[in-house]
């Protein structure tokens, strides 16, 4: 599937990094000089960000070509993505350039903040694939995007989408601006004003988003939380306590303030005393982190966003269980990033036990005992493990994990695993032993016929002597050792 992107900017640049780290080429035509520069640091950012999101080894990622004209971009694509500047005139005329050069089938996605598909079609020679697909920033980790339009084209994009590690919701009924900024314009608005007025500074507000309900949204939205408001009598309680209150009113509703320069000065002044301490790309760094960490907390709990987690990294294992040749089995890559380094800047031992358990589960995957497979109410759970840590790990350094079956029986499986760094050199190795569960029962049981016959095709292919560690543990020291 070849994607184009029109436009490389905050935007832009977001959903050019997702769709190649998901591992699609994308083609992209932005006329700004610095697009190049600016599009690679949001790549970087992103890719970073990804590295940590996903536990599951990450696809090989697509390439980006700069093309020269819109014309060249989209020649040939399957789907455009428009992020260009949100004026009419100009996502007009774009579309007269796409059409001209672009497939009849090919899907034109808009990332419009507000207008609507009917507005973005007047003109069109094919309007019926014509779609908003409404992003939230930062595109690469925010999964949720308003696909805008009906038809074919919504249902061919939403697959594309969701491929890629997003939450389509399908809007019903166009509206000016979507869903998610009429409710974010309500919030802004009403934060403009108490500003305005003297009430609370940016810093203010941010606290009590980001310090009590933020917090909320993250994990339930505003209808799950209000309902537990409502105590055990729930939703209809909340209403009938709190519905009266919406008609006092409190909030200035429609009404807008005017953005004027004394405005302007107050909410730049505010924010830079807030923020300006970091550089854009850093407050970027340390959103993506944050970002990151409520996806873990949220995944550990098998909830909202954390669900989008899973299901990609079930999408990686299963897609890494197929690439193999050789033996050993080279089944799992591992990329070191900045965080993976402790204190002597050294890749940290937690990560090795992450890289070891990773490439334990591709194994599983290659073997036959996959996501589908744990689904039917069996799994392996490991109980032994043994890692030599034999070289200094860098940051940036991409490993790459050598498999061996040193053994089995019908509940155990006996692994080995060697960590190369891109040198070629073993920088650990690990050793684990493996039990066939019952999961519903939570006892050892013997593997099913096909299983068996996959690791004896595995273990027929392992003709060289077991490793001269294998099966022993930590040496004794000789000076002294504690007597029990
Ligand atoms: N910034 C945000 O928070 C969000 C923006 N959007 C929407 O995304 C779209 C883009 O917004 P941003 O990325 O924020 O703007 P931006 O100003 O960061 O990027 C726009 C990019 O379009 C490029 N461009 C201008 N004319 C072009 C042309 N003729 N052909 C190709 N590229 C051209 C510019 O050089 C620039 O790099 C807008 O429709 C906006 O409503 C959607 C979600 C969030
Ligand atoms: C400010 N904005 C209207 C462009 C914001 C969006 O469209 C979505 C977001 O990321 O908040």
Redo the contacts with the bound molecule.
Sequence with gaps: MKIAA????????GWIARFILAGHDVAV????PE?RR?VSEVMANAGDAWQRLYQAPLPSPGTISWAAS?AEAVSGADYIQE????RLD??H??IVEIEAAASPQAILA?????FKPSELREGATHPERILVA????PVYLLPVVEVVGGGDAAQRASALLESVGMKPVQIAREIDAHIGDRLLEAVWREALWLIKDGIATTQEIDDIIRYGFGLRWAQMGLFETYRIAGGEAGMRHFLSQFGPALKWPWTKLMDVPDLDDELVDRIAAQSDLQSGAHSVRELERIRDTNLIGIFHALKANDWGVGKTVSTMENRFYAREGKKVTGYPLRLHEAHVTGGWLDYNGHMTEFRYLQVLGDATDAFLIHMGLDAEYRAGGHSAYTVETHIRHLAEVRGGTRLIVETRLLGYDEKRLRLHHAILDDRGETVATGEHMLLHVDTGANRTVAMPAALMRALEAIIAQDRAPHPDHAGIGIRAVRLKEASA
């Design positions: 029109i436009g490389g900017g905050v935007i832009g640049g035509f932005d006329p700004h697009a600016i819109i992020s260009v500047p949100e100009l996502k005329r774009i808009s990332s419009t903040s507000g409404h992003p939230f920033n």
